[in-house]
Structures are given as C-alpha cells and as structure tokens.
C-alpha cells in the first residue's frame, strides 16, 4: 500500500489500528471467509492519520481493503 502512500500499522494488530494517508480512503474490513465485518467509508476518514477500532474482532487473519484515490489494494493483517 506504500505506493499509493498508505501506511496500515501495526501487523499484528491489537485493539487498534492505524491508517496513515495522504487523503480521505474507503475502508472495508473483511474476516477469513470473506465476510465483510467493518465498513468505513471516504467521508468518514481524512489526510493524515486515522485510527480504526477493532477491538471487538475476535482474533484472527483479517483482509483489509483501502480506495484511495479510485485504487484498491488488499493487505492481510493479523489481530491477536
């Protein structure tokens, strides 16, 4: 996600995590089996860094998917 100056921190996660961008994302969470568990949208984040809640995840790999900018990339992270 560097190239599309993203940063997602820390993996692994623990009750938080950070998004660092250079822009307003789109943020969709989704668990192993491909469930989406957590949604926010562009309007809800802004430049800089945004922190994200995941304290209610129960452990595991989870599939982070950010558009920035009309690009998408895919990154997994594990909650411990």
Known sequence: LRGHNIVIYPNPMGDALNVLTNGPVGIDVYDIS????I???ENQTAKGLNQLDVGLLPAGIYNFKVTYEGNTSTTKVLKK
Do not use: S
């Open 39 to 41: 949604q926010v949208k």
């Open 34 to 37: 491909g469930k989406l568990v």
